[in-house]
């Protein structure tokens, strides 16, 4: 079969223009150009995730209008044993605007996690440029520090590093901002997993937890967010997140941000559990820490040690509450990775 040269981002599998640097599509770096096989239209089928009629060449279908889906809708991460996760478009939202990075230098763990504003166009092109531009900082620091264990200090002021770069790469991936009024923007979450050491940085609301197998899980970060301001004054946590202005976020990444500096908060894990780093999609239907170890508990009872599946499951159960929101969820194992059986024994 005859082959043709084309410029494909191998992130969602967009044809680029000639001389793109990034992906217009999904912001990713484009590099080598990819050969694919010349394949004749009549052996390309795609059907329309919501009602199965065809796609059309426009990449709509062709009995509804829906979009067709692309691997930006939903993909998987699962860099080790002991590192996985999954990023979903959700039931509600035409896009996914949400995005995920996970790395390893050595045996630290990275893992990022970006939440695109869905009420400003191209969000979804900001949020996925800055995770991974965040993650390559972490995990390039990382492995520039040596093998011995970092302190808490250098990875608060890697985190903000990490920070910086990310709002940079908005910037390269969206191209010029000057005239527009609604600038695309995202929040910013990352953890660093280094041996017992968690360290989590963030800017808005999406969040990291640490869920020990004993003991009491706890949210190491705080949001940015409407929400939060009215649980400073005292208003109970139910009703706060459920108030009109929840989920207005008073930190963020973007040309509009008022400050791109993320709190840092670390923590030392006495024992074997579970870091969580996660969107609101997820959070929204589960966000007490304790009945977060609940969820995870019972989705790793479901689905298995392996974390990107427990991702998956827990991705599946926000889905099947509503599916309102974009929905992440990223996972490392402090400690063995175990049988499902022997988190059932601790846990009984």
Known sequence: MDHVVSLVCGSCGTVAQDGSKFCEQCG????????????????????????????????????????????????????????????DRGIRHDKNEDAMALGLAGDTAVLVVCDGVSSVPD??????????????????????????????AA???????????????????????????????CTFVAAVVDGPHVVAGWLGDS??????????????????????????LGVPR?????SAQAHAITRWLGADAPDVVPRTAPTRAQGPGWVLVCSDGLW???SEAAAMAELLRASEEAAGPAPEKIAAELVRWANAQG??????????????????????????
């Open 28 to 87: 990713s770096s484009l590099t080598a150009p990819v050969v694919e096989p010349a394949t004749p239209a009549a052996e390309v089928t795609r059907t329309c995730r919501a009602c199965g009629g065809p796609i059309a060449d426009d990449g709509y279908c062709q009995d509804c209008g829906t979009p067709a889906a692309t691997e930006r809708d939903h993909w998987s991460e699962a860099p080790s044993p002991a590192l996985g996760g999954v990023c």
């Open 123 to 152: 969000s979804d092109i900001a949020s996925l440029a800055a995770a991974r531009a965040a993650r390559d900082v972490l995990v390039g620091g990382i492995a520039s520090s040596g093998s011995e264990t970092a302190s808490v």
């Open 155 to 185: 990875w608060s002021t890697l985190l903000v590093r990490a920070a910086e770069a990310a709002n940079e790469a908005i910037a390269t991936a969206v191209g010029d901002l000057a005239e527009r009024h609604d600038p695309p923007s």
């Open 207 to 232: 969040r990291v937890y640490w869920l020990p197998d004993v003991g009491d899980p706890i949210q190491l970060s705080s949001d940015d967010s409407g929400a939060n301001d009215l649980m400073d």
């Open 238 to 242: 139910a009703k706060a997140e459920s």
């Open 284 to 286: 929204n239907y589960c």
């Open 323 to 348: 599916g309102a929101d974009n929905i992440t969820a990223a996972l490392h194992r402090i400690g063995v990775v175990h049988a499902t059986a022997t988190v059932d024994t601790v846990h009984s």
